[in-house]
């Protein structure tokens, strides 16, 4: 059997069908051009659905369940209660997608949490089901998946382990609070600890990189560091151990199977990786367990989330 | 239908036969008299179970199962792991209850997690699925209960949200980490902060408060604070802030129906909680939700555990 799942961005519209084996078959997107009415945008949300369903070779009587990941908080009854970035506000996104589909069985659900199911049942989680999956991207996001289900909390608003004071009174955090993991360990985080580093060394090759690349970026830090600049060594460390300290904190309250870790800064690969596993290693509360969580790089990329929207129809109804 | 709670705590062993309203019908304790053999002390837990079902005119014949918490690590096979102040080490605590006691259907359970059972089926969470227990205590312990069920984690250690660190390089934590949640929230962490207070502060009625009850205590800086106590007051708003913190990051991760603290600073009750409560509603993230997590205070007391311990077979079992 197949189901659609389906990732409406801030940016794109993507729709793939992907099979029983959690495997895209076929896909299409389109433009998301917010802010436009839900209408609009539900509209192409369909029509690139049929277009992916199209170039699988099938038609919508082979779909068995539709789901979709969009960014802001989701009810129980599939509606978007408020998506600040697509200016959308109690939008039935359940019921629009039912009536211009003509599929019976539809989920809607937060992207970061379709992506965290992704990875979990078909990414580098290999069905784990106590599972969570962290984004170091513009901010820190995060789903938690316990006993195999996501962790939506009363409102639907869990899983923002992003949003986890890590620093009391420190740096500010957009969501309001002061020292959120997220102001520490995204990628918006280590470009501001890395202009900080700049300006208080004015002969780092963080200068000369930066130039070069027309910008200070995520990756500034950890390329001076490869050139063994010693600001460039502190800025990393530095943000390393700040990602380590909300991964352990997780460790410690869940005890997942794995935490995966995904978003850009991952592509620096072990050099990110390695050290993030020896700080868990070394403070997790569970130093005696014979069992411990394994802290892995994310596997699926963006797929995750179209993946873990088709799969949305599994794991809603087991 | 009655079940068999065992509460075996560092001071006291306490069995409680509890009926199928999760009420209390008899109770034997004896003391733990910690450090001996497990043999030793499994014996006397046998004996005041068997103690408590005569004082409720049973036999062993009506217990339909029987559950006991304990401090340290218990793994899925009802083994005690380690138990660092009973000083056990894989100490076979489920098998060990069914040759004393003669009923099959034993459940051995961490202690706090077993607390937090009980506040979520029997007492303030009146049965609310998804429920955190925070206990502020010579520590900060937890219990995380995720759609009725008891968060263990891969490897049976989780939900100690003690020990997530609040502040990055903060207060050393016994568990080697700094800046953990339970060396800012504890009441131990309390009384440090008392005394730091004290001496930068000598005219404070803090210093006559101690010597009136012969130490300091987590009540000094509260009563200063009822006196009109400058010095007192920044203790308590600086420590309900530590407690906020840790609460809100849990909101933020989980989003349960309840959070309920307990621990001997809860009896403070509203000059706690008030403050506690506004932190919490000021800071989540979940600003625009319609339903919120709820921020009470305990309500069984030391029971908790006992009648926790006796709900195990109901839980493990749905």
């Keep these: 059997m197949y189901s659609i799942g389906i990732d409406l961005g801030g940016t794109n519209i ?38 992916a369903v ?7 009587k082979d779909i068995e369940s539709v789901g979709m990941g969009t960014p802001g908080t989701v009810n129980g009854e599939g509606v978007i209660e408020f998506a600040n970035n697509l200016v959308f506000n109690n939008v039935p996104a359940k019921q629009m997608l039912i009536d211009r589909l003509g599929v019976e069985k539809v989920y809607i659900e937060n992207d970061a949490n379709c ?44 899983g923002e382990c992003g949003h986890m004071v890590i620093m009391v009174d420190g740096e500010q955090c957009t969501c309001g609070r002061k020292g959120c993991w997220e102001a520490y360990a995204s990628a918006t985080a ?28 995520g990756r ?24 380590a ?18 978003g850009g800064i991952c592509n620096e690969g072990d ?9 868990v290693q070394a403070e997790r509360y569970s130093i005696y367990s014979k069992i411990q969580t394994k802290i892995v790089k994310a596997q699926l990329g963006n797929d995750a989330g179209v993946i873990g929207a088709a799969i949305l129809g599994k794991v809603k109804e087991d």
Aim: glycine share 10%; proline share 3%; hydrophobic share 45%.
């Design 245 to 262: 300290c909300g991964l352990i904190n997780l460790v410690n309250a869940l005890q997942p199977e794995i935490i995966c870790v995904g």
């Design 115 to 158: 992506a965290a199911l992704g990875e979990a049942y078909a990414g580098v989680g290999n069905g784990a089901k106590d599972f969570v999956a962290v984004t170091l991207g513009t901010g820190v996001g995060s789903g938690v998946i316990v006993d195999g289900k996501i962790v939506n909390g009363v409102n639907f608003a869990g």
């Design 14 to 51: 993507v729709s793939a069908v992907v099979n029983d084996k959690y495997e895209i078959v076929a896909s299409a997107k389109t433009p998301t051009n917010s802010p436009r009415s839900a209408q609009e945008i539900f509209d192409d949300i369909a029509r690139v659905s049929f277009e």
């Design 271 to 279: 050099t990110l990786m390695k050290p993030l596993q020896r700080f």
């Design 54 to 60: 199209e170039k699988a070779g099938l038609t919508m």
């Design 190 to 217: 280590l470009i501001r600890q890395t202009k900080e580093a700049m300006e208080e060394n004015p002969d780092s090759v963080m200068h000369q990189l930066a130039a070069e690349e027309g910008k200070v970026s």
């Design 220 to 243: 500034t830090a950890f390329d001076a560091m490869r050139k063994g600049d010693i600001a460039g060594i502190k800025v990393v460390d530095q943000y390393i151990k700040y990602v």
